[in-house]
Every structure is written in C-alpha cells, then in structure tokens.
C-alpha cells in the first residue's frame, strides 16, 4: 500500500531492487543446499554474510581462532560460486614480487623485460582471470606486501614494473582470513587495509556440531569415543592453564588416533599424541602439558 501510494511501483529502479531482492532469497536457497552437499556444518548466519559479501562484489576479511574453518569456508564459496581461487599463504618473509610476479632471469637476459619473460604471481592471475585471491593469515604477511594489495582492493589495477598498469577483469576479489591479535606471530593490519575489507568473525561452534564434524570427518562410529574426544578439546578452551585451547581438528586426530589404537579405552593415549601441537599453555604452566592431559581426559572419562 505504501509502495503503490507513493507512485514506486513503476519506478525501474525499485522494480530492479524488487528482483535484486527476489534473486538474493533464491541465491540464499540455494546456498543452504550447496552447503549441506559440500559437508559445510552449521555456520548458517556466517556463510549467509559472507556469500552475501561476494555477491556484492566486496572483499571479504574472516576472523576467527586456528582450526574454525575459515579456509574451508572460503573454498566453499569460491565454488559455489564458480570462481577460480588462487591461494597465498602470509609468511612475514612473502615478498612484493612473490604476489604479483617476477622476471625470470634467464629468459630477461635473452629478450629482455618483456611479457613473455615475466611469471606471473597468485595476484596478477587472479587479476586477469577475474577470480578470487585467497590469502591465508593475511596478518602475518609483511607491511610491504600489505601495501601492494592497497590499489587492487581500490582501484582494480596494480602497476607492473617495466609492463605497466595491469586492470583487474570480471568480478576480482579477494578473501583473506587472520587470526585474533592474541595469537603469536601476528601483526596489524594497517587502517587503509582494513577499510576495503567486510568483515565476518568465525568462533567455536557448538558441541553439537563439532560432534557432527568429527562425524563427517573420521566416519567413525563409536559415540562415546567422538563425544569424548569433542569434550577434551572443547575442555581445553575453557582452562585457566591454557592460553589458547585445541580446536575441533584435535578432536578429529584424537578420534582418528585413538580408533587406530583399538578405540575409546584409548581416548588419553591418543590425546597425549593430537593435543600438544595444537594447545598453547600460559607461561607460568609449560611444563604441565602431560599434566593436564590427563587430568581432563580422566574428567572426560568419568562423566563419560
């Protein structure tokens, strides 16, 4: 009533938002069922944002703890929305040339700077081919690679040295994830940087659906092992000793581990294997790892 009082009803801009809108509810259908195919559990509010993000030509920034599924997520999009991802992994010792592409010597002493000499990086394809550029732990990487990315997030073009200006094609994008500040080896993005990002955060989720992974992922079907298993690393999360707790990957290995073993009666043994690798004690407790092994997985076992 309010639409055909106020005359909009014929207006071609709000009947294209009217189809915007009915397409972004089929597209959103549509995903809960990729979703479900591809294995991805829960998440519905995060992947819903973050596909939302894409649709609208943004780039896209997920946060979350080690092990919450932000790559897995991110590949998830990119097929379900038919794009070609190129993967970077930050490293503090990355380098500018690394992401965009470099000279290969050989071929430059023979004929010169010319395009057949160059080779080209993760970002100069994603570039030409319109696709996406996913960069893991874009926090670790170098203020100087940082940097490089400033125009092809703004502007959709990057300057190649001796080449020239390269455009972006089609619908480029990138998606980075990093993890929280507290986590070693991390630094911060630069405000500038952070202004051409949308940004999702992905925590733990619930126990119920890391008992649905741990599922999906080691087809195994004794409930008291993956239970227990889910239980001990969710433990770990919540203990005063332990600065940053295990995510549902440990729970995975420990199953894994412990069903190689000869199964649950084995939880503890395949707990001192998955957990010391992916727990981080605080300072004041580094040398009670065994410790407190088993004191959570005895926990874990009695209330089992």
Known sequence: MIVSSLGLSDCPLFQRSGIIAHMAIAAADNWKAWKKNAGLVGREKESRLALAVLQAQRHLLLEGPVGVGKTFLAHCLARYLGRSLYRVDGDERYSEQKLTGWFDPPMTLKVGYVQDAFRQGPLVAAMKEGGILFINELNRMPESVQNVLLPALDERLIDIPHLGQLRAQ???????????????????????????????????????????????????????????????????????????????RAAISIVDIASALGGVDHLEEAARVALPTRIQLREEHQDSTGDLIQELAGSEKKNG
């Open 170 to 248: 089609g619908p480029f994008q990138v998606i980075a994830t990093q993890n929280p500040h507290e986590f070693v080896a991390t630094s911060h993005l630069s405000e500038a940087l952070k202004d051409r990002f949308e940004w999702v955060a992905l925590d733990y989720q619930s126990r119920e659906e890391e008992i649905r992974i741990v599922q999906g992922q080691t087809g195994v079907a004794d409930e008291r092992l993956i239970c227990g298993a889910v239980d001990l690393a969710r433990a770990t999360r919540t203990d005063a000793r332990v600065r940053r707790g295990a995510s549902v």
